[in-house]
């Protein structure tokens, strides 16, 4: 059973690989990308918070804590990740952009965006799904069996109602 699993990570990472059109580790943007509503803002400002992108992204992680949490190995864990982070960058359509630091201060007309290899937004993925599971919470005015099955986990990302 563990051959097997390993054999489907490695089909699905091939086949991943293959459609991937995101950057890799080690290969770098030459040009500043024009953030899309759609793409996920790193950084901690309201900007990148409340950009829709983020909005998405966050919702997406809440809606995979609960599987994430039933999770008892590493392996699956890792399996959910790569779902997870497929699902998010949709094909590559969605960006994961970092500000550049050195252009921080709108040198030159604006500012400079860069997109991230995909090894730094897996790992984002999966600190947002454990940072996730340890803040989860879960309805107790019904009983647990109704709860388990019913109900999403509440962890409030948005700062208010989560807008998709």
């Known amino acids: 059973n563990q051959q097997h699993c390993t054999h489907h990570i490695s089909s699905i990472y091939s086949s991943k690989m293959a459609q991937r059109t995101v950057l890799d580790e080690g290969s770098a943007s030459t040009t500043s990308i024009e953030p899309h509503p759609d793409d996920v803002l790193l950084g901690r400002k ?3 918070f409340n950009h829709p992108g983020n909005q998405r992204y966050r919702h997406l ?8 949490s ?11 990740t790569e779902q997870v982070t497929s699902e998010i960058v ?4 969605v960006k994961f952009l970092r500000l550049q630091e050195s ?13 991230v290899p995909y090894r ?17 919470t879960f309805p107790t005015d019904c009983d647990s069996s109704t709860a388990e099955k019913n109900t999403v986990p509440r962890i409030n990302y948005c700062n208010g109602p989560c807008r998709v």
């Not at 949709?90 to 359509?93: A, C, Q």
């Not at 600190?127 to 989860?136: E, F, I, Q, W």
């Open 46 to 48: 309201a900007n990148a």
């Open 61 to 68: 992680i809440t809606q995979n804590l609960r599987k994430y």
């Open 70 to 80: 039933k999770c008892k190995t590493r392996l699956n864990k890792g399996i959910l």
């Open 90 to 93: 949709d094909g590559g359509r």
């Open 103 to 115: 252009c921080k201060k709108k040198k030159e007309g604006g500012e400079i965006w860069k997109e």
């Open 120 to 136: 730094t937004i897996q790992g984002k993925v999966a600190h947002a799904l454990r940072d996730g599971v340890t803040k989860m």
